[in-house]
């Protein structure tokens, strides 16, 4: 006679791959399901009526820039919230923006009478335009995006298809950093390649808190580092096994970078060597085994407990503690599923918004909420 013990742990053996199979695809093995329950608020940002232009995140800020009518919404981290804040028009051949600290906006301008492209500086507080800058007419020079800090704002140029510094063979771009003073462009480094298009892809430019560093992510399909004090590139490495690098961000202390993308890796990366330090997966596994998930963006938390990466198709956002490496599953496309399109923690690193669907969503990620 078989012990009913064995037996029972048979049967559970058998069962375990049915069992399996119905478990929703948002369950994490290692803390149960979704935790939906942090949600404290849901905003519906930008209004459907809205044509969008871009939307991003710096600092306490996070904004989108409307196509008709022409103008630039800021809401900001306040008291452990996300509120609206500023709202002004921008001008109509604005075609990138960046918040520097907590009342600037650098705007990339396009004249159309000219040809050529500005750099434009404005007050949040008064709507009004401080100052602007002609750039060089062979270069198309896009604004990236802020620190985490918001001090110091990238910037990254290409030659224009019609240039004499287009490159037969390969690509190039400069790498740089808008002057403190918001008044020219401070260019680091020369990025080069033999290869030309998605191989040498710039999908993210990522200033450190610090200023000593900018990382571009999707260079020759990888992370390409630029020592902006030494003014060179530090290295260009696509870890093994991935596709295509699409977000980035650094560690508060500048020492550290996250980078994931295509195949769903996140890795942990030393911004000094580009030594991989850790890999971890955006997926409901939690391993190498699933392959549809695609990380879209990621941010550091302001202390540097926190690792966040939103995901595409099923738009989740994956929560990593740095210090035990545990995760928390979050869902803010919904059911259904779609685009993270970027992550903004709050000051006190306790909350988390997430911007998806025309949505922002506020989590809360304090310690009270820590270990369900």
């Known amino acids: 006679m078989v012990h009913p013990v064995l037996r029972t742990i048979a049967y559970c053996v058998r069962m375990a791959p049915l069992v399996l199979a119905v478990l929703p695809a ?32 710096s600092g306490v800020s996070i ?25 002004t028009a921008v001008a109509e051949e604005t075609l990138s923006v960046a918040i520097a600290g907590d009342n600037t906006w650098i705007s990339h301008l396009w004249d159309r009478k ?59 771009a400069r790498i740089g950093l808008v002057s403190a003073k918001a008044e020219t462009v401070e260019w680091a480094a020369l990025l080069t390649s033999k290869r030309t298009g998605p191989e040498a892809m710039i999908r993210r430019v990522v200033p450190s808190d610090d200023g000593s560093h900018v ?35 650094f560690t508060p202390d500048s020492k550290m970078i996250y980078a994931g993308g ?11 060597t580009g030594e991989l330090v850790s890999t971890w997966w955006a997926n409901p596994s939690g391993d190498d085994s699933e392959y549809w998930h695609e990380i879209t963006t990621v941010s550091v938390s302001p202390d540097g407990r926190f690792v ?12 990593y503690s740095t210090k035990d490496t545990r995760r928390r599953l979050l869902h803010p496309c919904g059911p259904k599923g779609g685009l993270v399109d970027f992550l903004s923690f709050s000051p006190d690193s306790n909350r988390l918004a997430t911007q998806a669907d025309r949505q ?11 270990g369900r």
């Open 360 to 370: 922002l969503k506020v989590w809360n990620l304090s310690e009270k909420t820590a």
């Open 26 to 57: 948002t369950c994490l093995i290692s803390l149960g399901c979704a935790e939906d329950d942090l949600l404290e608020r849901t905003i519906k940002w930008p209004a459907k009526e809205l044509d969008v232009a871009s939307l991003g995140a």
């Open 262 to 272: 295509a195949t769903g890796a996140l890795y942990g990366m030393k911004a000094e």
């Open 114 to 172: 000219t040809e050529q492209a500005d750099l434009s500086v404005g007050d949040l507080r008064t709507g009004r335009t401080s100052g602007r800058w002609r750039l060089s007419r062979d270069w198309y020079t896009p604004l990236g995006q802020t620190s985490a800090n918001g001090k110091h704002v990238a910037v990254w140029a290409t030659p224009e298809s019609n240039s004499p510094l287009q490159p037969e063979d390969g690509a190039i």
């Open 215 to 249: 990382a571009v992510a999707g260079w020759e399909n990888g992370v390409a580092m630029v020592d902006t004090r030494k003014k060179r590139v530090a290295w260009i490495i696509k870890p093994r096994g991935e596709r295509a690098v699409k977000g980035v961000a």
């Open 63 to 87: 904004f989108a820039v409307s196509k008709n009518p022409k103008s630039l919404e800021v809401w900001q981290w306040s008291d452990k919230t996300i509120a609206k804040r500023y709202q």
């Open 308 to 319: 966040a990466v939103g995901t595409v198709p099923d738009g989740l956002v994956f929560v």
